[in-house]
């Protein structure tokens, strides 16, 4: 069922939303359910027994075991029928991440394969591409890599070197250059290479095959993390590409490559959810059995924190990709009945949302590099052994901060991107920042009324707080905005923990309409400690951007009206981080 309200990418921002309208979780229906399970089943069976050989790259093992995902169907949950898949709801394919997301290298792979690897032939390629490749990417008879990265253009992807040259006769382009970092490198038959055709100032995309003549690459690349991952260099000498396989048109790479990364994104953002709730997993349980000083060090409250604090993010994380990925969802759907091709579809989907993407692949990366850490700590001696499995998810998570573009990209591109749709009117952002400076003295009253209705107070407060800094920046630096990455970074902090925020707060008010039996009181605990700590984090970035752009007279006022707008009830998130931590220590699994 579509949700009654569709907000456009980044307009949860200026305008409020009822808990009717999102997404959450627990309304997942039977079919995500045994996907799911498949996945977890799978990973049981296939990967958790395997790790280390996994991590050892033992020769053939990461294909074999990718083409036994294919034989059960599960590289095929974004494919349609007529190429061999079965075509699942983005939603569905979410939750499949999620699940896949616990299984360490093997996730990496297979994100890469079925996402960033086999997408920009689905979604871009002609009728004789996708029935030519698709089909065997679907059951795992081909293997996919995504080349964008070079050694000398990384986050400037589009610096790239890599040339192409019509031929003489027209029959084909001949490719040079090389590629770094390329996931599944080693074996990956099909890859997704963007080169520039000539003298272009814009990127072109070309599908290559691996056994061409002039495709050779380097030893795998030793790694801190994902080691069974496979990753290299690879060179392009000569390499002729036939016109055929011009992937879109000339000068569409740089707009593949980009929009396929709104989609790795989000994707990523469901499986550190996996990766976080498995790692917590290991971390209640070790802190159930280890005693000292006389009993479980479960006991001790600073490890209750850091349990507790595990799962307010992971959660938080969880609340928010889902309900993005609704959104996504119904926009895919909608422009697929107003008659744009899937493919089309798929991909202008996903980018109405690039904000939330951009913002939630932040978010989700660094709540997973919290929970590892502390899952290490919380291990004490034996979290720095490789003999335990916090080892693997410590190295493992660092990676998600720095690929699908680094978080200091992603920061920038998600403020670029909101302010560039205020300032061609896709909503009435600029008019709502206006309106929360002239009002910026007025905050709603957050006590004295039932609780959801406070806590919609307090995140309208939080809007005005964020918003009433927007016409400041932008008179203070106009075109030379881009310049000030600090401010820019301060304003997509504020951003990410308050989306973060509301998705929590729909989803618990959903919960407690949805079932009064649920022992729904922790899950107001999760809010309220998520609410304290983005109450603390829109006041330090706020005030640090204040401080930067404004001088001493504006500053005064935007200070005091920002310390009124975060203000709220107090809590205590002691003892709200306790309740949490005891429903997470007596279940000695993750069940929230
Ligand atoms: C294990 C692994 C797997 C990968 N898989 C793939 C793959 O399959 N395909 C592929 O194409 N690529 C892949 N990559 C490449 C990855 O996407 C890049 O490493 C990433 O985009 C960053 O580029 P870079 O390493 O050149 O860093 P740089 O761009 O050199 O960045 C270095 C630092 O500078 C910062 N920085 C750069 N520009 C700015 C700016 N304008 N403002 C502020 N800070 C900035 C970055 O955030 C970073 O902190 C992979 C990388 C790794 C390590």
Redesign the pocket.
């Known amino acids: 069922m579509e949700t009654q309200s569709m907000l456009k990418g980044g307009e949860f921002l200026i305008r409020p939303v009822e808990y009717q309208d999102i997404f959450i979780p627990e309304e997942f229906g039977e079919e995500a359910r045994m996907i799911a399970e498949s996945c977890q089943d799978f990973l049981e069976a296939e990967i958790f027994p395997n790790l280390d050989r996994i991590d050892q790259q033992e020769d053939g093992l990461m294909a074999t075991l990718l083409k036994k995902a294919g034989d059960l169907g599960l590289l095929g949950l974004s494919i349609p029928e007529q190429y061999g898949g079965f075509e699942q709801p983005f939603l569905n394919v979410m939750r499949a991440n999620e699940a896949l997301g616990a299984g360490y290298s093997y996730s990496?792979a297979i994100m890469?394969h079925t996402g960033?690897?086999t997408l920009p032939i689905l979604y871009y390629g002609n009728d004789d591409q996708k029935a030519r490749y698709i089909p065997k990417l679907t059951s795992g008879e081909l293997m996919a890599?995504?080349?964008?990265?070079e050694?000398g253009?990384?986050?400037?992807?589009n610096s790239g070197r890599t040339r192409a040259v019509l031929s003489d006769d027209g029959k084909h382009y001949i490719l040079n250059g090389q590629?770094?970092?390329?996931?599944?490198?080693g074996f990956a038959d099909v890859q997704t290479v963007?080169a520039k055709i000539d003298n272009d100032r814009v990127l072109s995309a070309f599908i290559v095959e691996r056994d061409w003549e002039g495709v050779t690459m380097n030893p795998e690349?030793k790694?801190m993390g994902?080691k069974g991952?496979s990753?290299r260099q690879i060179f392009y000498n000569d390499v002729k590409v036939p016109v055929e396989n011009l992937l879109g048109k000339r000068g569409e790479g740089f707009r593949i490559?980009l929009n396929i990364l709104h989609l790795g994104r989000i994707k990523l953002g469901a499986t550190v959810v996996g990766g976080a709730k498995r790692t917590i997993m290991h971390s209640v349980q070790y802190a159930n059995e280890r005693k000292q000083f006389g009993k479980a060090i479960a006991e001790f409250g600073a490890i209750k924190h850091k349990l507790a604090q595990q799962v307010v993010l992971t959660y938080a994380t969880e609340s928010a990709i889902y309900r993005a990925s609704k959104d996504i969802q119904d926009n895919m759907g909608r422009l697929l009945a107003e008659g744009r091709p899937a493919g089309k579809a798929a991909i202008e989907g996903v980018a109405e949302y690039a904000v939330e993407c951009a913002l939630l692949k932040v978010f989700g990366s660094e709540a997973l590099d919290y929970v590892v850490d502390e899952a290490v700590q919380i291990y004490g001696g034996m979290g720095f052994s490789s003999e335990t499995p916090v080892d693997r998810a410590y190295r493992d998570s660092r990676?998600n901060r720095?690929?699908?573009?680094?978080?200091?990209?992603n920061r920038?591109l998600a403020v670029d991107t909101l302010l560039k749709k205020g300032m061609k009117n896709e909503f009435s952002l600029f008019e709502k920042a206006r309106e929360a400076c002239e009002t910026k003295d007025q905050p709603l009253a957050v006590e004295g009324i039932p609780y959801f209705e406070e806590k919609q107070a307090i995140i309208k407060n939080l809007k005005k707080a964020i918003l009433m800094l927007i016409p400041g920046i932008s008179e203070a630096y106009g075109r030379k905005l881009a310049e000030e990455?600090e401010v820019l970074m301060n304003l997509s902090d504020m951003l990410m923990q308050l989306y973060t925020l509301e998705s929590t707060m729909l989803r618990v008010q959903k919960i407690e309409h949805m079932n009064s039996q649920e022992d729904i009181l922790v899950y107001r605990d999760i809010l309220d400690v998520l609410t304290h700590e983005t109450a603390m984090t829109v006041y330090s970035s706020g005030y640090a951007a204040i401080a930067s752009f404004a001088d001493e007279e504006q500053q005064k006022g935007l200070i005091q009206a920002l310390y009124q707008l975060v203000a709220s009830k107090p809590v205590n998130p002691k003892e709200a981080r306790r309740r949490i931590a005891d429903k997470l220590i007596e279940e000695n699994r993750y069940c929230f």
Do not use: H, Q, R
Not at 145 to 149: D, F, K, M, P, S
Not at 179 to 185: P, Q, R, S, Y
Not at 402 to 409: K, Q
């Open positions: 990496v890469a960033i690897g890599a995504y080349c964008l990265t050694p253009a990384g986050s400037d992807a590629k770094m970092w390329i996931t599944n490198g963007f690349e790694k994902i991952s990753t490559a990676i720095i690929f699908e573009g680094t978080n200091e990209i920038l990455e």
